[in-house]
């Protein structure tokens, strides 16, 4: 069985299945093996990896769980008599560390949301045109994006939440065009994520925002049908990445990472993917990145053929695939948008405790909260759930650990309050 231990629980004769940390990070060149060495082990306890995933069939089991600490506990036991009955939303919970939560001042939002709105409208047009131009069979241009490239890179930079929100509202008509420029912010976000060098920045969104040219070749009739495609409407429709790194290899300064994953974002970790059936091991970290990024925006955005899902289902329907993705990369991916998962322990204003039910309609950043206990009361409080994306409303302060609050199962406590009716 596997069991998910914190990395300085680690001993020797454990049986390390993987080290959660982006593959850049990794220590050590074979990603499972049985710790018997302890320069292997302090390896591990001194770099950045926080949590590790052991297998008790093959070494070591996991050490018991220490008592919650009476000192910081929730004393009033309220949350956990929710009614047998009550429909329980199943947490996503993933162990956390205290953080604090920085957002812009309400003034400084506006502001950015303005800037950002405007360069999402610039970057519609020049798009277009480039598309068009490509659809002439004119050489791609890659040159007389790049000012657009940086300034979608200067709006993520300040805060990636507010670019991508414009950019997922796309109506059918303009989806290809603002899913480039979307996944073009999507690939810097998760490049500065993953501590990529700022050198490549630039050729990762650059190579987001060409990643679909070759759908320039396939009929309109095609790409914005609603209904199922025939198998040689597929056939065209899997033509593209060639087509795509057809027409971006004739064109004159192209990075080879635009090449790339032009060529290779529909492509699977398990070898299922096209056009290639490539599999994890001829996969480069642009690729993994980019299928992560166009899927991610593919579902979360209105098309012909079906209608958008919410940034946490979207994700949490991605890490269920498997087999598609790097699994690694895409919880980088999930930190990266900064998205609190349902079930996520967090610290209002006024010193009260909340649990994250879902996320704003209007900003996937922002969460919707559920209040339930008063630090400073130390006591239970009314539910209350709360937007935290409307104007004026609770901020929120912090993410915090359960067990710093005294939860010994917070799994337990967080179904039951998720289960509770509340009103708004
Ligand atoms: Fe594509
Ligand atoms: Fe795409």
């Known amino acids: 069985m596997l069991h998910r231990i914190r990395t300085s629980q680690l001993e020797l004769g454990m049986f390390v299945h993987s080290l959660e940390c982006s593959w850049l990070d990794h220590p050590f060149w074979r990603s499972r093996f049985l710790l018997t060495d302890p320069d292997q ?11 590790v995933e052991i297998d008790d069939r093959k070494g070591k089991g996991p050490p ?12 009033n036991p309220s949350i956990v008599s929710a009614s047998p009955n009550a429909t329980v939303m199943q947490p996503i919970l993933r162990p956390v560390e205290r953080r604090e939560i920085k957002r812009l001042s309400p003034r400084e939002r506006a502001a950015e949301v303005r800037r950002a709105s405007s360069a999402i409208n610039r970057s ?61 912010a999507l ?52 033509n593209h990445p060639q087509r795509g790194y057809d027409m971006l290899s004739a064109s ?33 970290v642009f690729t993994r990145m980019s299928s992560i990024c166009d899927v991610y925006d593919a579902i979360t955005s209105q098309r012909p053929y079906n209608v958008p899902l919410s940034a946490s289902r979207a994700l949490a329907k991605m890490q269920s695939w498997s087999g598609h993705f790097d699994q690694l990369i895409l919880r980088d991916f999930v930190d990266s948008l900064g998205i609190l998962p349902v079930g996520t322990l967090v610290r209002l204003d006024r010193n009260e405790l ?48 359960p067990e710093d609050m005294g939860f010994s199962d917070w799994s337990t406590a967080a179904s039951n309050l998720l289960a509770k009716p509340a009103a708004m």
């Open 41 to 51: 082990l302090e390896t591990i306890l001194s770099s950045d990896v926080d949590w």
């Open 64 to 75: 018991k769980p220490e008592p919650a600490r009476p000192s910081a506990q929730v004393k």
């Open 124 to 184: 519609r047009t020049e798009v277009m045109n480039l598309f068009a131009d490509a659809r002439l069979g004119n050489s791609v241009k890659s040159d007389k994006m790049a000012p657009l490239v940086e300034r979608i890179s200067s709006s993520v930079n300040i805060d990636p939440s507010i670019i991508l929100n414009i950019a997922r509202l796309k109506t059918k008509d303009e989806y290809t065009y603002l899913h480039s420029v979307a996944v073009c």
């Open 354 to 401: 909340a649990i994250v039910i879902g996320e704003s309609p209007s900003d996937f950043s922002a969460p919707i909260v559920r209040s339930f206990h008063s630090l400073d009361k130390d006591a239970a409080i009314e539910h209350q759930d709360i937007d935290t994306g409307r104007p004026k409303s609770r901020n929120l302060v912090a993410v915090e650990n």
């Open 187 to 238: 690939m810097i976000n998760l490049g500065r994520k993953l501590r990529l060098p700022e050198s490549q920045i630039h050729d990762i969104g650059m190579a987001g925002l060409l990643h679909d040219v070759g759908k320039t070749s396939i009929p309109d009739e095609i790409l914005l049908k609603p209904g199922k495609l025939e198998e040689a409407e597929w056939t065209t429709v899997r």
């Open 252 to 284: 004159e300064g192209v990075s080879e990472i635009a090449l790339e994953v032009c060529l290779r974002h529909h492509e699977k970790m398990d070898g299922t993917g096209y056009p290639g059936k490539l599999a994890a091991e001829d996969l480069s």
